[in-house]
C-alpha cells in the first residue's frame, strides 16, 4: 500500500498542512498517510505543547483525510536522535512502500541535514512548493545535482503561507485561529491550551477601550510577524510582552508616585515611562529589555536594542494604523527591517517638527544617531 510519511512539530497542526497532505495522496495515489511528531525532550519551552496534545490534536485535524491515517509516535519511543536517516529506515520495515513529504523550503537547507545522502536513499521524496520560497522542481533540480535527481518528485500542490508563530499569537490573544482545521480550537480552549498570558490579556481590555485594545493587539501580530520575517532573532515571550503592554499606561495617566522624568509629564510621551513603571508594577515585568522596549517606543532614542526597535517599528505600522503614508512605510519595513525603521523615525521627526509642538530630547537623540549620522 503506498504510503505518505509526514513528519512535523505541529504545534498546532494547521489547514495547510492537511491540504498539503492531501493534495500529495492524490498525486502521487497513496492510501495511506502517516504522520509522525516529532519528539524533542530538551526542547520544551515557547509554549511547546506536550507530545500527547499534539498527537490528540493531530488526530483532529487529519481525520478527514481520505485514506488510512495513523498517528506513529515512533520518536517518542525511540527518544532521542530522531534524524530522519535512522527514523525513515523504521517506518519503510513497518509500512512498506513509502514516501516522504516535506516542504521545498525544506529542501532548500538538504546539504544541513544529517546524512543527506542517507536520507535521500532510505526512500523517495516527495516535495512540495510553498508560496513566498524557491518552487520544488527549481530546488529537486538543484539539490539532484548532488543527492540524485531519481530520488526526488516535486509535486503540483502550492502549500500557502502559514505562519505557526502567527498561529500561536492569536491563541495567546484569546482569539480563534481560522488556520485551524475543525475541532482543533476547540481542543485547545477545553484544554486550557496556549493559555499562559489570558489573564494579562484580560487586564489589559479592562483598562483600554476597545480601539485601542485592537491596537495593542495589532502591535504584538506586527511584532511577532517582523521578528520572524526578517529573522530578528528576538525572544518570543519578550516580543509578547512588550508589544502587548506598550500602551498600558496610555488611558491610566495618573503618576502613583511613580517615578517618570519630569519634563515627560504633561505630554503625550509620559504614557511610554509611566507604561514602563506601571508593567512592572501592575503585570510583574521584571524583565529590564521588555522594561526599555516600553519604556522607548514613542520617542525612541539613540542606540537602541533589536527589541527596542521592534516594538517602536510595529506600533507605527500595525495594521489598525492605514492613513498616509503608513502603507508605503509598511511596504519599505517589510522588504527591509532597518529601513522601515528609519523611514518611521524619520517620518516622525519631521512630521513633529513641522507641528511645533515641542520635540523630546530622545526623539532628537535618535535622528541624530540614526538619520544625520546613519548608524545601525
Ligand atoms: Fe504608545
Ligand atoms: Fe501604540
Redesign the pocket.
Known amino acids: 500500500m503506498k504510503t505518505i510519511v509526514f513528519g512535523g512539530a505541529f504545534a498546532p497542526p494547521h489547514r495547510e498542512h492537511v491540504k498539503m497532505c492531501e493534495s500529495a495522496m492524490k498525486e502521487l495515489g497513496a492510501e495511506r498517510l502517516v504522520l509522525v511528531p516529532t519528539y524533542l525532550p530538551a526542547h520544551k519551552t515557547e509554549h511547546y505543547l506536550s507530545f500527547e496534545d499534539r498527537c490528540a490534536l493531530v488526530k483532529i485535524a487529519f481525520k478527514d483525510v481520505c485514506g488510512e491515517v495513523v498517528v506513529d509516535d515512533v520518536e517518542r519511543r525511540r527518544g532521542e536522535d530522531n534524524y530522519s536517516y535512522l527514523v525513515l529506515p523504521i517506518l519503510k520495515e513497518k509500512y512498506g512502500d513509502i514516501v516522504y513529504l516535506i516542504g521545498s523550503d525544506s529542501l532548500e537547507y538538504f546539504d544541513k541535514w544529517k546524512e543527506p545522502q542517507r536520507v535521500a536513499t532510505a526512500c523517495k521524496i516527495a516535495v512540495c512548493s510553498r508560496e513566498g520560497y524557491a518552487g520544488a522542481d527549481e530546488v529537486v533540480k538543484l539539490v539532484g545535482t548532488k543527492y540524485g535527481v531519481e530520488n526526488f518528485i516535486p509535486l503540483e500542490h502550492v502549500g500557502g503561507d502559514v505562519s505557526s508563530s502567527m498561529i500561536k499569537t492569536k491563541l495567546l490573544l484569546g482569539e480563534d485561529a481560522d488556520e485551524l482545521p475543525d475541532g482543533v480550537n476547540e481542543y485547545i480552549k477545553t484544554h486550557g491550551l496556549f493559555d499562559d498570558y489570558i489573564e494579562f490579556v484580560e487586564r489589559l481590555k479592562s483598562y483600554q477601550t476597545d480601539e485601542l485594545f485592537f ?1 495593542s493587539k495589532s ?1 504584538v501580530k506586527r511584532a511577532v510577524e517582523f521578528n520572524s520575517k526578517h529573522i530578528l532573532l528576538q525572544d518570543y515571550d519578550k516580543v509578547f510582552l512588550a508589544a502587548l503592554l ?2 498600558n499606561a496610555k488611558q491610566r495617566k495618573s503618576l502613583d508616585g511613580l517615578n517618570v522624568p519630569e519634563d515627560a509629564v504633561g505630554t503625550p510621551v509620559l504614557h511610554q515611562f509611566l507604561g514602563a513603571e506601571k508593567a512592572r508594577r501592575d503585570f510583574g515585568i521584571e524583565d529590564e529589555e521588555i522594561l526599555n522596549a516600553i519604556r522607548y ?1 514613542t520617542t525612541a532614542k539613540a542606540n537602541m536594542t533589536m527589541l527596542e526597535k521592534l516594538i517602536y517599528t510595529a ?1 507605527s505600522l500595525s495594521d489598525d494604523r492605514t492613513y498616509e503614508p503608513i502603507p508605503e512605510l509598511r511596504k519599505i519595513a517589510i522588504a527591509d527591517f532597518e529601513k522601515g525603521f528609519k523611514a518611521i523615525l524619520k517620518y516622525t521627526y519631521d512630521k513633529i517638527a513641522e507641528r511645533g509642538t515641542g520635540m523630546y530630547p530622545l526623539t532628537e537623540d535618535a535622528y541624530r544617531y540614526y538619520i544625520l549620522e546613519d548608524r545601525d
Do not use: C, Y
Open positions: 491596537h502591535v506598550h500602551d517606543h506600533d
